[in-house]
Every structure is written in structure tokens, then in C-alpha cells.
């Protein structure tokens, strides 16, 4: 009994073997590559929208609409071209990254799993802010980002769905987290990869990292257990920021 359960865990621990319709593979030092050069060309592409609103003479302090509906459709395609960028470099394309058609039924599971998940982080937050006091940067952030008309909602409700879900799991899971599974194996792969989703998130609000290092081992779970679908994934990330927008907007941030 000792010896299947040290194998079991042996194999959860074993680089992946990618069958041949996932080849070519890459590894740590391309997801590493990749995530870096995410991270700095998102501070350059916010750092610059910001100026040019400001500029434009868009008041920044008190901002006449959620900063959002400007900020997301730039940062979510400047993550798209970069990560295109280096799928291509590491000699794949768009259709090896796990963009597979699912049906209705996982459509609505995956849904409930994105409720289930932002009840999850809430809690975390929530733990956490008893611990350290409230944190007012959560307030300007939520300045910035929840809509505060019905037409507002709608729009931010469609980049989530069709924007930050596709290409945030494309990047995250598809590609930071495939490379580190194939180097490190599924566990390893998975808390890395979560690990760097939680930082990435800190460019928002620092103590964002750890609810959402929760909810990178979520979606990398999900990930892992699909069978390495992204479309899956993709519509349970951008249900559950819809949701939150929708809660927010109807209740506050």
C-alpha cells in the first residue's frame, strides 16, 4: 500500500510528458521569460494610459467613470500580444493552447465554480483584513474599477467574459503554467504558477496576492483536472469577475 502511494506521488511530481499534439514544449525558462516581460510591459502600458487621460484632461483623483473601461481592453491586449509573442517564439500557436469547444452543461458548472470561488477569496480577503486593518487602497481601486451605471456594468461584464477570462487563462495557465509543469511537474508547476498569478495581481492592490494566489491554485486546479482545457478556465475567470462586478455595483464595493 506504502509503495503505490509513494508512486502516486513520484508521478504527481514528474515533469509532464506531453503527448506529440502538445509538442513543441517549453519550460521554466521561457514561462519565466514570458511572465517578466508581462509584468513590465503592463507598468509601461498603465504608467502610459494614465498619462495621456491625464493629459487629455481626465481627472485622475475624482474620475468622471470607472478608469476601467479604458484600462482593461488596453492592458488585456497588450498581455494577448506579448504572450502571442512568445507562444511563437517557443515554435507553437494559438491552437495548441487548450482553446477546445465544451458544452452548455460545462458552461453553467463552470459558472457555479466562479461563484464558488469569488465566495472563496471573499473570505480569504475578508480574513485577512481582520488581521491587518483596513486597507484604503482597496477603496481607490474600487474607484477605479466598479461601474457605477447599468451600461457601465454591461461593458465591463463583456471585457471580462471576452477579454481579462480568454487571455489572462492563455497567459497564466496555458503558457506560465504549462512551462513550469513541463519543468517542474503538476504540484511544483501549479504553486509557481499560482504564486506569480497572485504577484502579477499586486500591480493592483499589494494585498491582492494572497486571495488571488487562491484563486491561481483554483484555476490551475480546474486547469489540471479539464485535461488541460483553457476554455474552460476562461469562462470561470471571467464569470467569476463578473460576478463580482455585478455584486459590487449592486451593492458596493
Not at 507562444?87 to 459558472?111: C, D, E
Amino acid at each position: 500500500m506504502n509503495s503505490k502511494v509513494n508512486k502516486v506521488a513520484q508521478e504527481a511530481d514528474t515533469p509532464i510528458h506531453v503527448e506529440t499534439s502538445d509538442k513543441p514544449r517549453w519550460g521554466a525558462k521561457y514561462a519565466f521569460l514570458c511572465y517578466l516581460t508581462v509584468a513590465v510591459g503592463v507598468l509601461i502600458v498603465a504608467a502610459s494610459t494614465g498619462l495621456l487621460l491625464r493629459f487629455s484632461g481626465f481627472n485622475l483623483a475624482e474620475p468622471p467613470y470607472p478608469i476601467s473601461l479604458v484600462s482593461i481592453p488596453v492592458n488585456e491586449i497588450s498581455i494577448l500580444l506579448m504572450t502571442l509573442a512568445f507562444i511563437k517564439r517557443s515554435g507553437a500557436n494559438i491552437g495548441q493552447m487548450g482553446f477546445k469547444r465544451i458544452s452548455a452543461a460545462a458552461v453553467l458548472k463552470m459558472t457555479i465554480l466562479g461563484a464558488a470561488l469569488l465566495l472563496l477569496t471573499a473570505t480569504v480577503g475578508a480574513t485577512q483584513n481582520a488581521i491587518l486593518g483596513h486597507d484604503p487602497a482597496e477603496q481607490i481601486f474600487a474607484k477605479f474599477v466598479v461601474p457605477r451605471t447599468q451600461i457601465q456594468l454591461v461593458f465591463l461584464v463583456i471585457f471580462a467574459m471576452v477579454l481579462v477570462g480568454p487571455i489572462e487563462e492563455l497567459f497564466a495557465r496555458a503558457y506560465i503554467q504549462k512551462g513550469l509543469e513541463n519543468h517542474f511537474g503538476r504540484v511544483k508547476g501549479l504553486l509557481l504558477a499560482s504564486l506569480l498569478f497572485g504577484m502579477l495581481h499586486a500591480l493592483n492592490v499589494v494585498r491582492a496576492i494572497i486571495p488571488t494566489f487562491v484563486a491561481g491554485l483554483f484555476l490551475g486546479y480546474i486547469w489540471q483536472k479539464t485535461g488541460r482545457n483553457t476554455t474552460s478556465v476562461a469562462v470561470l475567470h471571467g464569470a467569476y469577475d463578473s460576478i463580482a462586478l455585478m455584486l459590487a455595483f449592486l451593492f458596493g464595493a
